[in-house]
């Protein structure tokens, strides 16, 4: 168990956005924001990742790990894919009416995927700009004269992430050199989540089938970055990594940006984060509230 509590004044409402079975890490963030007291989880939405069926495929997945963990934070469906048509899904319809809904808790919605979700939710309910902060995890950092590769979640809907950077909605953006630098071995994880619980052993094993899979051929081999937890830090201690004001540029089809655009307001971009923070908080976390069994 935890020891402390969070003064009620200083939580805050979340909803996770996650593509959940695109591969390992993201099971990790929603533990952690599951486990931070600070955090009022209100609802994780399912997100697509450019293949069919696969917001269904997330959102399975996400069940998993709140069931391992044996709550009861509702998995909502989201879009189909990239410009959806038609209805929106139940987990915009949720973002719109947890963004109106009057409280004092201030909420922030946890992109951790594609902002497909985020942008139709701004779409059909254009008031709810000023009622949320978005926080992504995606793009690439600024102040580099070619990107090292298609990034992979403004890269599954470029029109999304211009939709929402270009919003009026606050933006915290994390992009890839340091979502990336929140480096683990598989043996610490081995040592350091395994143990803990149903959700640790979970959180471990899939972790190692995915590594064993083709979709895995772009990692070292026995380490992984866990790149959607830093979502969860910013918001749990903003503080966590030095930021910079950015004025918003064009996300091109490649994932480039395009010249600044005339008048283009600025967001908040990360320049790097604190992995020792982070993981030494997600760990105390599991070790704390899912016991290891005695031997």
């Not at 956005?17 to 007291?37: N, V």
């Not at 917001?55 to 044996?70: D, H, K, Q």
């Not at 995927?113 to 793009?139: C, Q, S």
């Not at 918001?235 to 064009?250: D, E, I, S």
């Amino acid at each position: 168990m935890l020891n402390f509590a969070v003064e009620d004044k200083k939580r805050i409402r979340v909803v996770i956005d996650s593509d959940t079975a695109c591969e390992a890490d993201d099971p990790f963030a929603i533990a952690y924001a599951l486990m931070s007291p600070k955090l009022i989880v209100k609802a994780i939405v399912a997100e697509h990742f450019a293949q069919p069926g696969s917001m269904e495929l997330s959102r399975e997945a996400a069940l998993r790990v709140t069931r391992a963990m044996g709550s009861d934070v509702p998995v909502l469906r989201g879009e189909e894919g990239p410009g959806s048509a038609g209805e929106p899904s139940e987990g915009v319809r949720f973002i719109i009416e947890e963004a109106r809904r009057e409280d004092a808790h201030p909420l922030f919605l946890l992109c951790m995927g594609a902002l497909t979700n985020a942008a139709r939710a701004l779409a059909e309910a254009p008031d709810i700009a000023g009622r949320m902060t978005v926080v992504t995890i995606g793009g690439h950092p600024y102040d580099i004269d070619e990107i090292p590769f298609k990034e992979f979640n403004f890269g599954n809907d470029p029109a999304a992430a211009n939709a929402v950077l270009q919003s009026e909605a606050p933006v915290r953006q994390i992009p890839s050199d340091v979502y990336g630098s929140i480096r683990v071995g598989l043996a610490e994880l081995q040592e350091q989540v395994m143990p803990f619980g149903a959700i640790g052993q979970y959180l471990f094993d899939q972790m190692i089938a995915y590594n064993a899979t083709p979709g895995a051929s772009w990692t070292p081999g026995e380490s992984w970055s866990l790149g959607d937890s830093p979502s969860v830090a910013a918001v749990l201690h903003p503080a966590c990594g030095r930021t910079a004001r950015q004025a918003v540029r064009h996300v091109n089809d490649d994932t480039t940006y395009g010249a600044p655009l005339p008048g283009a307001r600025e967001i908040l971009v990360y320049r790097d984060l604190d992995s020792r923070y982070l993981l030494g908080d997600f760990y105390a976390k599991l070790h704390l509230l899912f016991p290891a069994k005695q031997k």
